[in-house]
């Protein structure tokens, strides 16, 4: 089982920044494909972004695409994203999540096909 530990949300202005981080507990995420979601009240889980970490390929939702930004640290224990230029809508519990296989090329924003997921942290920001 592989234990996740997010953390890095807050409240923050429109037009600012925050970066979560995605820890795995016991160790590294060898070569799985982490993926970040989002849930704000009242709507479905959605894939924010993922990245395979064997090779490094990243994928982006069309709403975050040249804001944020999804990397690996080298010892492959830790996932980040950077969320810049943020907007109100950017609104929700973050969640970190692993698929023990890599990040799917078309399938990779669909949360049934992770195994695993952290807690959530919540990222408000105000207008």
């Known amino acids: 089982e592989v234990q996740i530990v997010e953390s890095g949300g807050g409240l923050v202005q429109a037009g600012g920044s925050l970066r979560l981080s995605c820890a795995a507990s016991d160790g590294t995420f060898d070569d799985y494909g982490i993926g970040w979601f989002r849930q704000a009240p009242g709507n479905k889980r959605e894939g924010v972004s993922c990245?395979?970490?064997?090779?490094?390929?990243?994928y982006y939702a069309d709403s975050v695409k040249g804001r944020f930004t999804i990397s690996s640290a080298n010892t492959k224990n830790t996932v980040y994203l950077q969320m810049n230029s943020l907007k109100p809508e950017d609104t929700a519990v973050y969640y970190c999540?692993?698929?023990?296989?890599?990040?799917?090329?078309?399938?990779?924003?669909?949360?049934?096909?992770?195994?695993?997921w952290g807690q959530g942290t919540q990222v408000t920001v105000s207008s």
């Open positions: 990245i395979s970490m064997s090779d490094g390929t990243t």
């Open positions: 999540a692993v698929d023990t296989y890599f990040c799917s090329r078309y399938g990779w924003h669909l949360p049934e096909l992770y195994d695993y």
